[in-house]
């Protein structure tokens, strides 16, 4: 029987416009996915949520990495707080099963910078019973040591809890360790899933 609902937070709880944001600063579509895909499947991207680096540090390696891009990139890292878009749809429902009764926990990769920026305002954060996020302890998904932290911190039973994540390899990761998992195709396909629970 599901008690607990662990959420990931991008592309779950908020959706992200980095393409608008990149066209926004004046880059063309194909500027826009090139710039896009030499950041996002850098290492770098994944050193971010590691939190093992300075966020200072890493944008500094990725000017000195792509110099032909170099303000770009730096505009793009220091200006997270234009990147992210609310599901307030998504978080009414959130706090629906909250009032049902569930657990609701938050189980996300993400920077300190861009986690700070996007979840500032985000009532999803006064409602969760417990949150762990990967530049906290240095862990990212699909680690099973992430998933077995949120586990032992909040005394949680894997097999009581549904995992909601955008990302296969995560959810699979959980569904390793026992955490029951659905992986989030589309917002309209997440609040179909979330009112199966209520």
């Known amino acids: 029987m599901i008690e607990n609902i662990i959420l990931d937070i991008g592309d779950v709880l908020l959706e992200y416009r980095w393409h608008d944001m990149l066209t926004d600063y004046g880059l063309t579509d194909e500027?826009?996915?090139?710039?896009?895909?030499?950041?996002?499947?850098?290492?770098?991207?994944?050193?971010?949520?590691?939190?093992?680096?300075?966020?200072?540090?890493?944008?500094?390696?990725?000017?000195?990495?792509?110099?032909?891009?170099?303000?770009?990139?730096?505009?793009?890292?220091?200006?997270?707080?234009?990147?992210h878009v609310k599901r307030e749809d998504v978080w009414e429902k959130v706090a629906k099963l909250k009032e049902k009764g569930y657990g609701i926990y938050i189980l996300s990769n993400y920077s300190e910078d861009l986690f700070q920026k996007h979840t500032h305002d985000a009532p999803f954060i006064g409602l969760a019973d417990g949150m762990v996020v990967s530049y906290q302890i240095h862990l990212t998904k699909p680690d099973e040591k992430i998933y077995r932290y949120l586990l032992d911190k909040y005394n949680l039973k894997a097999e009581e809890c549904l995992f909601f994540d955008d990302r296969e390899e995560n959810t699979e990761g959980a569904r390793k360790l026992g955490i029951n998992a659905v992986t989030v195709t589309s917002r309209e396909f997440l609040l179909k899933e979330l009112d199966k629970l209520l």
């Not at 093992?52 to 891009?69: A, L, Q, R, W």
Request: glycine content about 4%; hydrophobic content about 45%.
């Open 31 to 83: 500027e826009a996915n090139k710039v896009a895909g030499l950041m996002f499947n850098d290492i770098l991207w994944h050193e971010l949520d590691l939190a093992v680096m300075s966020h200072d540090e890493i944008i500094h390696t990725y000017m000195e990495k792509y110099p032909e891009h170099s303000k770009t990139l730096q505009w793009f890292l220091t200006h997270g707080e234009f990147m």
